[in-house]
């Protein structure tokens, strides 16, 4: 089997439809330090597969096929988490690759840094990690 074979991933891997799968992969490539692990496309160059490996995890990626029933639908229920010891670092690269904040990146309630953006595409992203990187600059 392949490096990348589902028997090499453990957990619960997010597989996220959006316009322009391709455009997406590419921002997170920017935004999250993505590395690309898989691409597949049909015909038509849409994306029906795209397996990206954020901070050592899986996000898969595919453009709508609404022939297949799979259009595309808002993705506001859900947020991704980044889980870092240097959480200011994972912020300011989204920031700076243009993601819009949607909840301020600051010391929360339970005592981590935590903040949310989303992406062009809808996504949202949270970002956390300790405390004691607040001060600090990425």
């Known amino acids: 089997m392949p490096e990348h074979s589902a028997m090499k991933m453990a957990g619960v891997v997010p597989y996220v439809q959006v316009d322009n ?7 997170y490539k920017k935004a999250f330090a993505a590395m690309e692990v898989d691409r597949r496309t049909v015909e038509d160059g849409r ?5 990206l490996e954020i901070n050592d995890g899986a996000l898969m990626l595919n453009d709508p096929f609404p022939e297949y029933g799979f259009g595309p639908k808002p993705v506001e229920s859900v947020t991704l988490h980044i889980i870092s010891s240097a959480p200011r670092l994972w ?11 949607v909840m301020p ?34």
Do not use: M, S
């Open 47 to 51: 994306l029906i597969h795209l397996h």
């Open 91 to 101: 912020w300011d690269r989204a920031v700076a690759a243009g993601l819009e904040v």
């Open 21 to 27: 799968a391709h455009e997406a992969g590419e921002l």
């Open 105 to 138: 990146f600051e010391v929360a309630f339970w005592g981590d840094l935590y903040g949310q953006l989303r992406d062009r595409f809808g996504v949202r992203w949270g970002i956390v990690g300790p405390a004691d990187d607040a001060g600090k600059t990425g």
